[in-house]
């Protein structure tokens, strides 16, 4: 490929079957160039007014061509300038007060502490965009997460694989699953009506501001990446004693002074942060960090908890927008450090916040050029749980029982909602943003840490940022050691088996590691 600047026009010449050169230029961000379909020779270029032009006469051809040849002596003129654009758009989904919104996990909500968001990107470099939008809710699984990304697509004008659904998993929040709740409760069920109606609704929400939103670009010429150590927040919740078995620790323990005097655990104590800067001005920042997000949990109150009250604080201080991504924290929780009091939350909250604002202090900006910005998606179907109790009959049983506790049907029907999905074929995706030396690894489910820390280690080159809780109907993804007898609560709300390997190879791919 050769590049040469006329005075009126970008002139780019190869001579190739059409297709390959038109992929070529544009891959190179190349503003014309010369090519033959069979025995017709075609020039393609741009004019400086915008306009693009092709011909298709020899003489027309003899033209550049010649003009080409006395200009070969020119060095040849290049661009990075990047093409990366973004959108941003936030939109209120809170449900309304007293509905029974979502699974039952919480209470219906009495009252509103903080709105709950749909917060997002649109990244377009154009030849593809992306949409990453993040929800201020528990969990959203199987049917009700494809509606999502499917009424998100089509506002964004991309296919749903274009699409990544993040669950930011704080428990003040509802959980949502339509197909469970259709196999649990009668069409007339006020939580069945409450929640189709809210889940329609905050489509239509999304949709509306993501449309808006696609009026307002802005253009990305930089990208920034950035990391610290937060200090006392996180804490595994499986902690293994000497026998082997497991010592359960969750997110609050009030009341348990001896858990708290337990070690941390396994953890990523790293927060991460990647910038989306045009010039010397912060645009976009996102950060991602590995634990349950939550300081309290169904007490009635609406609320972004930990990860909003930092993401509204910083957007006040930086005038930027600002994502706040979960990562792998289906075994890690803030349960060391948090007693349940508005003391511990405000002490959390300032030692995360400090980590972040020490991640966005060491940002390192690079410049982008072209051929920087991919997305991959690969589809992951996870192992079948043989155990009896995750099987259909057992849970068929179960959802007949009208005396069965209803906590108690609420799992076999999430269980069943699974099982449909995975005899159906329907895989659920792993995706990968790729931008620069960046990558934006996106995770279904409740993965353990473990996960998030092997795909760092696949590329120690490259700054790997890991976002968990996309479709979360398959619940806990923990290594292979949780199906055994050692005990710990995250294996009796897993319902896929054992799928370790199959993970970590499905990561490798999304991650373009040979």
């Known amino acids: 490929m050769r590049a040469v600047f006329v005075p009126h026009c970008w002139v780019v010449w190869r001579l190739s079957a059409a297709g390959e050169a038109i992929t070529m230029l544009h891959r190179a961000g190349a503003a014309g160039?010369?090519?033959?379909?069979?025995?017709?020779?075609?020039?393609?270029?741009?004019?400086?007014?915008?306009?693009?032009?092709?011909?298709?006469?020899?003489?027309?051809?003899?033209?550049?061509?010649?003009?080409?040849?006395?200009?070969?002596?020119l060095p040849p003129v290049t661009t990075d300038a990047a093409t990366l654009q973004v959108s941003t758009f936030s939109v209120d989904i809170t449900p309304p007060l007293g509905r029974p919104v979502g699974l039952g996990f919480i209470p219906p909500l009495t009252t509103i502490e903080h709105p709950l968001l749909a917060r997002g990107l649109l990244l377009d470099d154009g030849r593809q965009r992306v949409v990453l939008c993040t929800l201020d809710w528990m969990e959203v699984h199987n049917e009700s997460y494809d509606f999502l990304r499917e009424v998100i697509a089509e506002a964004a004008s991309v296919s749903p694989q274009s699409v990544?659904?993040?669950?930011?998993h704080q428990h003040s929040a509802p959980a949502i699953s339509t197909a469970a709740q259709r196999l649990q409760l009668d069409k007339n069920d006020p939580r069945?009506?409450?929640?189709?109606?809210?889940?329609?609704?905050?489509?239509?929400?999304i949709a509306g501001a993501l449309r808006e939103c696609r009026g307002d670009q802005q253009q990305i010429t930089h990208l920034a990446s950035g990391k610290a150590t937060v200090e006392r927040v996180a804490s595994s919740r499986r902690l293994e004693k000497a026998d082997g078995s497991i010592q359960g620790r969750s997110s609050s323990t009030k009341g348990s002074p001896e858990l708290r005097e337990l070690p941390e655990g396994t953890i990523d104590p790293v927060v991460r942060t990647v910038g989306l800067f045009q010039r010397q001005q912060a645009v976009v920042y996102l950060h991602y960090y590995a634990t349950h997000p939550m300081s309290f949990y169904g007490d009635g109150r609406a609320s972004y908890d930990i990860p909003g009250i930092i993401r509204k604080d910083l957007e006040e201080k930086t005038g930027a927008f600002h994502l706040y991504f979960?990562?792998?924290?289906?075994?890690?929780?803030?349960?060391?450090?948090?007693?349940?009091?508005?003391?511990?939350?405000?002490?959390?909250?300032?030692?995360?916040?400090?980590?972040?604002?020490k991640s966005m202090a060491s940002l390192q900006r690079v410049r982008l050029g072209t051929e920087q910005f991919q997305w991959s998606v690969v589809p992951l179907r996870l192992s079948r749980r043989e155990d009896a109790a995750f099987g259909r009959e057992a849970n068929e049983q179960i959802l007949a029982d009208d005396e069965a506790k209803e906590s108690i049907r609420r799992k076999a029907a999430i269980a069943l909602a699974w099982l449909d999905r995975n005899e159906a074929g329907k895989p659920v995706e792993i995706s990968c943003l790729s931008i620069g030396h960046v990558q934006l690894l996106h995770l279904p489910g409740e993965p353990f840490v473990q996960y998030q820390l092997a795909a760092q280690q696949m590329h120690p080159g490259r700054f790997i940022c890991v976002a968990g809780y996309g479709d979360c109907g398959m619940g806990y993804i923990g290594g292979d050691r949780i199906f055994t007898d050692r005990g710990g609560y995250e294996q009796t709300y897993s319902f896929s088996g054992p799928s370790e390997q199959r993970m970590l190879e499905k990561i490798r791919q999304a991650l373009h590691k040979e």
């Open 33 to 73: 160039g010369v090519y033959n379909v069979g025995q017709e020779v075609l020039a393609y270029f741009l004019l400086t007014d915008g306009r693009i032009g092709i011909k298709n006469s020899m003489n027309q051809y003899s033209l550049i061509l010649s003009l080409l040849l006395g200009l070969s002596m």
């Open 326 to 357: 979960t990562g792998c924290g289906g075994d890690v929780a803030m349960g060391k450090y948090n007693d349940g009091s508005v003391e511990a939350r405000q002490q959390l909250t300032g030692r995360l916040q400090q980590g972040i604002e």
């Open 164 to 168: 990544f659904v993040h669950a930011v």
């Open 192 to 205: 069945r009506v409450a929640t189709a109606e809210y889940l329609s609704e905050t489509g239509r929400r």
